[in-house]
């Protein structure tokens, strides 16, 4: 049986506040479990678990992890639906970026949902890219709900907060390539192997003095009516033509 200072403490995780001060974050469910116990630069902290998704377990993983009851469980879950299991993790552990010459980024200004920015991530590690800068008014790529759309790909790419004004003029010979409604049909475009993308906020867009620091602008084509694309489909569409 948990004891109170155990739920009180899984419940303060959902906080930014409290996740940076522990290091760590939440998971849940099975199938983002596995991976990330299969990931080597994330450390386990401490697994809850119903007593049928223990029993399924080898036993050294079976022995290590907390069981916990229905109930129980919901109370601890970020979840609406609860799923068998809630894992609480160290941070991953990046190697340090020394150039982003050779290389494709994806930036992000003001990518505040959370299921925007998990899906994000998670087109970036399908095409293979391995870092994602968000303004400081990004969502928390570690809050539970991020964590979630990743689908354990939080372990892979990594996401740094940068004051992008800055960022941006520091960086300013890579070249730079802003999704807006206007620019060069993404269809005219060869593969990038060097730059950053860059992707606005879901209903502003990119902010002008930072589409002003970019040297293209690319468009995906409209042929429909619809008045623009969610931020997350958007960048899978423009990453299937430039990273491939």
């Known amino acids: 049986m948990l004891v109170k200072s155990q739920v009180k403490y899984i419940q303060s995780l959902s906080q930014k506040k409290s996740r940076d001060e522990e290091g760590v974050f939440i998971a849940e469910g099975p199938k983002i479990i596995n991976e990330l116990l299969s990931t080597p630069n994330i450390q386990l902290q ?3 678990a119903l007593s ?3 029993q399924q377990q080898p036993q050294t993983l079976a022995a290590s992890a907390i069981e916990v009851s229905a109930h129980e469980l919901e109370r601890l879950s970020q979840l609406q639906t609860p799923n068998q299991v809630i894992g609480v993790f160290r941070k991953p552990v990046f190697s340090k970026i ?3 010459h050779h290389r494709l980024s994806i930036v992000l200004d003001t990518i505040q949902d959370p299921g925007n920015l998990g899906t994000i991530v998670r087109c ?3 095409f293979g890219i391995q870092t994602v800068i968000g303004s400081r008014e990004c ?5 539970p709900k991020v964590v979630q759309s990743t689908m354990g790909s939080i372990s892979r790419v990594q996401v740094l907060y940068e004051d992008l004004d800055t960022f941006m003029e520091q960086h300013k010979d890579i070249p730079s390539y802003a999704a807006t409604l206007h620019g060069t049909g993404l269809y005219e475009m060869q593969p990038v192997k060097e730059g950053f993308l860059l992707i ?3 209903s502003k867009g990119i902010r002008e003095e930072l589409i002003a620091r970019c040297r293209h602008r690319i468009t995906i084509p409209r042929i429909g009516h619809a008045e623009s694309l969610n931020a997350a489909v958007a960048t899978g ?3 299937s033509h430039i990273a491939r």
Request: glycine share 4%.
């Open 98 to 100: 020394t150039s982003y």
């Open 52 to 54: 049928e998704w223990i």
């Open 237 to 239: 569409i423009i990453l």
């Open 124 to 126: 970036a590690d399908w």
């Open 139 to 143: 969502a928390d790529v570690f809050s």
């Open 200 to 202: 606005g906020n879901e």
């Open 46 to 48: 401490q697994l809850y």
